[in-house]
């Protein structure tokens, strides 16, 4: 199969500039003493995260327990959950989960949920590792007293043993302007180096201090008292992390190549309008942007429908035919791998790989 | 299983409503002497699409092969595939699914690619049905003389036969107000009439003209020369179709219940914020509006990331704690659907079956 036989619309990734993308971060933070524990939310494709193992990350990320029980389902261990895991049955799924992958940590930021999860673990005859989820704007405790007092919950809970802080800043990831991104990060961050500081002083070691993101890893990496690096996005890039400000001063972002595409095909025309076969289905629809067109600057893509894209040909050097094709750079990566089956994995032009997206909506 | 122990974030159908709907459509349509071949692009799901066709449908829609595969793979026929099937690739898959599913009518809108479809009939050995895709602003032939050129080349081909037209008009659809919907479609549908006037005269049967949508399907099924309705939505309905007005001249459309929500679980709370474990992995996020949680108009939620929303309690009459669970209204059911492997049909709060969502990204 080639770049212009695959089905379409499809996933595709550039494997040289993804592997130049792992290599970047690995490198980066290795250099600077750093974990990593690679994102998988963002692919959600246990092929990519044995890759990423290959390359010396630690583990694997996921945002739920589902993608989880997925990873370690193909054998993948060192997983950490990034979002609470709350209720009864849930808590049961994640002591299951811990019985089969016992590095496997979970997070919590309620002292209501780690009484529930000390519950299972205990009825699941394991001792679950849990992480303190630290708020910096979406979910989590508030850094220093309210997160030592979950921590401390934690460590003296039977069936539990307490794992670290998890201190992911969403705000940081995305913040627009390097030194904006960096002042936000080190503030935040310091919060939780805080935290940190305190459970030492109370005799409660914290083996894991989780954060950062493909927007703030290069600013992440040089704090102390962070063990480990959880980016995601770096692997594949979008527009949208494409254009959050480069370290020097400009607009572009340019540490990481942009890695995936989408490839449609040109199904109808009419005058100066193409109708490509990839609409709210094919791509992610929750960023301000449409779908670039990749090298084509004289085309612009507005939605048509869950099917269709409409494409302007008006300032076209080309115009395009029913049969063409045409590739574009996805708005945001995550939710759009999660509209696939599998990725297609390019050296060149040729699929050198087809990887499963074995944990797409696996949400639960 | 009960509506409370539903793993979430989760696709859940009110069987009721659901069925009251399929009533509804099934005595509008064949009172007025109409077939009915729904639309499978809004369930992907073959347990739904059997019931449909146990309700009379003569069969489903899909909008696209690989959906038509998936469905004649579970035994349905019937199956129209309403957007064009383009290339030689996609053109041997679909002569293939004639072989087993001889019913199968495939569209097309250009001459070159009903040259391609006889070619992969012929080299399959089938006659392959296909019909002519009218313009209405997004994809096929202009009616009239432009139509009826492609729909004579698709007569005159050796291994295909001509299926009649496909009339989708999806500006109507959508058009907000019941007077201008009406207006919309019936002069839409007056061309596509038309066109098969033209057809009639020239000595070619068109023995089907399908058209017709959640939107427009009341007056669609009063228009002579229309043979029948296609509509999808209205099975589930979504915060969009609820809002597109209705016949007594107001903002609310009634013709069908809301049956289909997504119910999430609260994950973690600040001061009068609560965070839910739905985000742009749980709804599709192409229409303005956010999801609506249902029953509680003292909430509002606005989205938070992939994986959660945020849940506004200035105004709540009761707070959310963590472990609380609160359902929605999707925005737009189709790519909401496509978000999930499983849909669980509730009778009232016990879950009656989980029907899998086995069309599910497939797009190609």
């Given at each position: 199969m080639t770049r212009d036989?695959?089905?379409?619309?499809?996933?595709?990734?550039?494997?040289?500039?993804?592997?130049s993308n792992v290599r970047a971060m690995a490198g980066w933070v290795t250099v600077r003493g750093k974990g990593w524990r690679p994102h998988g939310k963002?692919?959600?494709?246990?092929?990519?995260?044995?890759?990423?193992?290959?390359?010396?990350?630690?583990?694997?990320?996921?945002?739920?327990?589902?993608?989880?029980?997925?990873?370690?389902?193909?054998?993948?261990?060192?997983?950490?959950?990034?979002?609470?895991?709350?209720?009864?049955?849930?808590?049961?799924?994640?002591?299951?989960?811990?019985?089969?992958?016992?590095?496997?940590?979970?997070?919590?930021?309620?002292?209501?949920?780690?009484?529930?999860?000390?519950?299972?673990?205990?009825?699941?005859?394991?001792?679950?590792?849990?992480?303190?989820?630290?708020?910096f704007g979406r979910t989590g405790v508030p850094p220093g007293e309210p997160a030592c007092a979950v921590a401390r919950a934690i460590d003296t809970a039977p069936h539990l043993a307490f794992a670290g802080l998890q201190a992911y800043d969403a705000t940081a990831s995305h913040t627009r302007g390097a030194e904006a991104r960096r002042a936000r990060t080190t503030t935040t961050m310091a919060a939780a180096v805080d935290t940190r500081r305190r459970l030492d002083a109370d005799g409660i070691a914290c083996p894991m201090v989780s954060a950062g993101s493909t927007g703030s890893y290069r600013y992440d990496a040089d704090l102390d008292g962070l063990t480990e690096l959880q980016p995601g996005s770096f692997i594949f890039m979008d527009s949208d992390y494409l254009s959050i400000g480069g370290d020097d001063g400009g607009d572009a972002y340019t540490d990481f190549q942009p890695a995936l595409s989408v490839v449609t095909t040109v199904v109808s025309v009419h005058g100066d309008e193409a109708i490509v076969d990839g609409g709210y289905k094919a791509f992610a629809t929750d960023r301000p942007f449409a779908p670039a067109p990749i090298g084509r600057p004289d085309l612009a893509y507005a939605w048509a429908g869950d099917e269709h894209g409409r494409i302007d040909m008006r300032r076209a050097d080309r115009r395009l035919a029913v049969g063409d094709r045409l590739e574009f750079r996805a708005p945001h990566c995550d939710p759009t791998v999660n509209l696939y089956d599998a990725i297609h994995a390019l050296r060149g032009d040729t699929v050198d790989a087809v990887w499963a997206v074995a944990a797409r909506g696996k949400s639960q």
């Open positions: 036989s695959v089905p379409t619309p499809a996933l595709l990734v550039d494997l040289d500039a993804f592997e963002t692919h959600k494709c246990p092929a990519i995260a044995q890759r990423l193992v290959d390359a010396g990350a630690s583990g694997a990320c996921t945002a739920k327990l589902g993608e989880a029980e997925v990873f370690a389902a193909h054998g993948l261990r060192g997983l950490l959950v990034t979002t609470a895991v709350v209720g009864a049955d849930k808590a049961a799924r994640a002591a299951a989960l811990a019985a089969m992958a016992p590095d496997t940590i979970v997070v919590a930021d309620d002292l209501g949920q780690v009484a529930v999860l000390d519950r299972a673990a205990g009825e699941a005859g394991v001792r679950l590792r849990v992480a303190v989820d630290l708020y």
